[in-house]
């Protein structure tokens, strides 16, 4: 059975950073496509990152986070990350990790309609 779980999320200041987290089990990272979606209170989840691949071309990054945010992932260890610089109150909400195959059109565009399993998610707060 496919597991996500993300763990990183804290309470943090305007300009702080923080790294995420995303544990995966049941399968292995290198036939899956990853991503990183939030929801903040009353809107709805959206795509902050995904990664269907190695390399630049393949990863996606909201323009609100891009030059601020990296996706990575530790295939040997199963294991996403988010790091997340010079953080902003909006970018405040509940943060999931998703994993998705056989890759689709919305898995590229990081649509949540893209992904097929998700973590519990983990609570990001950044004070002005």
């Known amino acids: 059975q496919v597991q996500l779980v993300e763990s990183g999320g804290a309470l943090v200041r305007s300009g702080g950073s923080l790294r995420l987290s995303c544990a995966v089990s049941?399968?292995?990272?290198?036939?899956?496509?990853i991503g990183w979606f939030r929801q903040a209170p009353g809107k709805e989840r959206e795509g902050v990152s995904c990664?269907?691949?190695?390399?630049?071309?393949?990863?996606f990054y909201a323009d609100s986070v891009k030059g601020r945010f990296t996706i990575s992932r530790d295939n040997a260890k199963n294991t996403v990350y988010l790091q997340m610089n010079s953080l902003k109150p909006e970018d405040t909400g509940v943060y999931y990790c998703?994993?998705?195959?056989?890759?689709?059109?919305?898995?590229?565009?990081?649509?949540?309609?893209?992904?097929?399993?998700w973590g519990q998610g983990t609570q990001v707060t950044v004070s002005a």
């Open positions: 998703a994993a998705a195959a056989p890759v689709t059109i919305a898995t590229v565009r990081c649509r949540t309609v893209g992904y097929d399993y």
């Open positions: 049941g399968y292995s990272l290198d036939y899956y496509a």
């Open positions: 990664s269907t691949g190695s390399g630049d071309a393949s990863t």
